[in-house]
Antibody
Framework: EVQLVESGGGLVQPGGSLRLSCAAS????????MNWVRQAPGKGLEWVSV???????YYADSVKGRFTISRDNFKNTLYLEMNSLRPEDTAVFYC????????????WGTGTTVIVSS | EIVLTQSPATLSVSPGERATLSCRAS??????LAWYQQKPGQAPRLLIY???IRATGIPARFSGSGSGTEFTLTINILQSEDFAVYYC???????????FGQGTKLEI
């Protein structure tokens, strides 16, 4: 079964750091484009970052320079390293697979919640 | 940045009726548009990609149309499980700068 399970969310103070993980099963993360998408409380979806199968990365302007997407092929896991966190980063973070290398996301995880507050 | 504007913000429809949701792009996205359904407390679910191609396992009552800047998601014979929030997403921008619409809440 194709599945994504996020972890690593929690409460962090402004300016702090957090690393999210997304464990994949049923497929390999290095053979797909993998994304992070977030959703602030009561708000819509916001794309955060994508990691291509060739290792190329792209970021939304709102997180560029603060967030880093990466993967561990051996663990079949996607990561999002988040630094200099701000209250406006508070959201549920989803990882999502792009199976067709096209830009749309066909499999989503259940999400992990990040709260940035003092 | 390509802005997607969805309308209406909320759509009230009765079960068994048809719902028509719109998504307008600030510039052409060709057919690089997807639709997602999200229920409370759940992750989004892919419904449509390529503007009109149903994703695997999506019932035929869901259909998408449009190209360029104007897109429509139609849901025929609404079922109780269809009441949710629907988002459109463009993936035409290069380099990748995917954007979502603000969502349409489909309510009974």
């Amino acid at each position: 079964e194709v599945q994504l399970v996020e972890s690593g969310g929690g409460l962090v103070q402004p300016g702090g750091s957090l690393r999210l993980s997304c464990a994949a099963s049923g497929f390999t993360v290095d053979n797909n484009y993998m994304n992070w998408v977030r959703q602030a409380p009561g708000k819509g979806l916001e794309w955060v970052s994508v990691l291509y199968s060739d290792g190329t990365t792209y970021y939304a302007d709102s997180v560029k320079g603060r967030f880093t997407i990466s993967r561990d092929n051996f663990k079949n896991t996607l990561y999002l390293e988040m630094n200099s966190l701000r209250p406006e980063d508070t959201a549920v973070f989803y990882c999502a697979r792009d199976n067709d290398w096209a830009g749309y996301m066909d499999v989503w995880g259940t999400g992990t919640t990040v709260i940035v507050s003092s | 940045e390509i802005v997607l504007t969805q309308s209406p913000a909320t759509l009230s429809v009765s079960p068994g009726e048809r719902a028509t949701l719109s998504c307008r792009a600030s510039q052409s996205v060709n057919s690089n548009l997807a639709w997602y359904q999200q229920k409370p407390g759940q992750a989004p679910r892919l419904l449509i990609y390529g503007a009109s191609i149903r994703a695997t396992g999506i019932p035929a009552r869901f259909s998408g149309s449009g190209s360029g800047t104007e897109f429509t998601l139609t849901i025929n014979i609404l079922q109780s499980e269809d009441f949710a929030v629907y988002y459109c997403q463009q993936y035409n921008h290069w380099p990748p700068m995917y954007t979502f619409g603000q969502g349409t809440k489909l309510e009974i």
